[in-house]
């Protein structure tokens, strides 16, 4: 089990490549659904080797709740390395398990903070706070609750109404691909492991370039569309510290303008390969998902192989 269990938490670095480049070659839709599904196939894995690893230094601490089976010291030689990884998995799962609590519980609390402040205004789809610090975002429904796009009066007050119709798109866009979501769980993969950081910061410019080309695609103008995503994100990001977070960042605005100016992206899942700018991406994208195939089947042997050790340690 030794090789197999320490391999997934080597390989969240074939993300790395992906996370680069598909961003600049594939359709954003398509970027962002990568990163979240490879970031989170990867962050499981990596997590149930580390669990793996802590049975097996939890076994060497005396007076430890396990069996005394499980510490034999035939048991031990047929698990490779783990007295030393063993042990030292063991606050590193702990440092796991409380970054994603902290992430989880800093996510309710700012949707609970966002709920507080709607009380007493109308129950529709857009929820107009007057506020003077400009700011927009959405926040996802629950089953006694619909989804709504939250904006400030000085946000409405500073945009053109042909940009509000941009800006309530970019919002609707989110709102319907459950882009907070995403968030969350790119967000739990980096908390997870430090490698997967990258995938993160680049679901959260997927998510605001998938959401602006298609608010392009229903205003039906990429030029007002870039000005409206531009002036929005600077007037934001701008703004003094608000009461009301957003649920999700700006993005670098520079790059969502310049993209917005730019042809539309194919809607095509992948490039030509006949293209270097496929051929790149596509190599990422294999390379990505060979490492989260490979890591779940590491991990699957490992939790085998260490589940049939103590089985003929102590039958379960």
Not at 58 to 79: C, F, I, K, M, Y
Not at 118 to 131: I, K, M, N, T, Y
Request: proline share 8%; hydrophobic share 50%.
């Amino acid at each position: 089990m030794g090789f197999f269990v320490l391999l997934p938490l080597v390989l969240p670095l074939t993300s790395w490549p992906v996370a680069r480049l598909a961003e600049r070659r594939l359709h954003p839709r398509a970027t962002t659904r990568l990163l979240v599904g490879v970031g989170v196939v990867l962050a499981a894995c990596s997590t149930v080797c580390l669990g793996l690893l802590v049975v097996v230094g939890t076994a060497q601490l005396p007076g430890n709740p396990l069996p005394d089976a499980w510490s034999d010291p035939e048991v031990r030689a047929a698990v490779p390395y783990d007295e030393m990884l063993g042990k030292a998995s063991i606050p590193a799962l702990v440092l796991l398990l409380g970054k994603c609590g902290s992430t989880l519980v800093r996510h309710r609390r700012v949707q609970r903070r966002v709920r507080r402040a709607l009380e007493g205004l109308r129950d529709s789809r857009v929820a107009v706070l007057p506020d003077s610090a400009p700011y927009a975002f959405t926040l996802p429904g629950s089953r006694r609750r619909r989804s709504r796009i939250v904006v400030s009066t000085a946000m409405l007050d500073a945009l053109e109404p042909s940009e509000r119709r941009a800006l309530f798109a970019h919002e609707r866009a989110h709102l319907t691909a459950r882009h907070t979501r995403m968030l969350l769980l790119s967000e739990l993969a980096a908390d997870a492991h430090p490698f997967l950081r990258p995938l993160r910061t680049a679901v959260a410019f997927g998510v605001e370039r998938w959401a602006d080309e298609e608010a392009a695609r229903e205003v039906g103008d990429r030029r007002l569309t870039a000005r409206a995503v531009g002036k929005a994100a600077l007037l934001a990001n701008g703004s003094p510290a608000r009461t009301v977070p957003a649920v999700a960042g700006a993005g670098q605005v520079p790059r969502r303008v310049q993209a917005l100016l730019d042809p539309a992206p194919s809607t095509r899942l992948w490039l030509p390969t006949t293209t270097a700018p496929g051929l790149v991406a596509g190599l990422a994208a294999w390379l990505a998902a060979a490492g989260a195939a490979t890591s779940a089947l590491s991990a699957a042997n490992a939790a085998v192989a260490l589940a049939a050790i103590l089985h003929a340690a102590t039958p379960l």
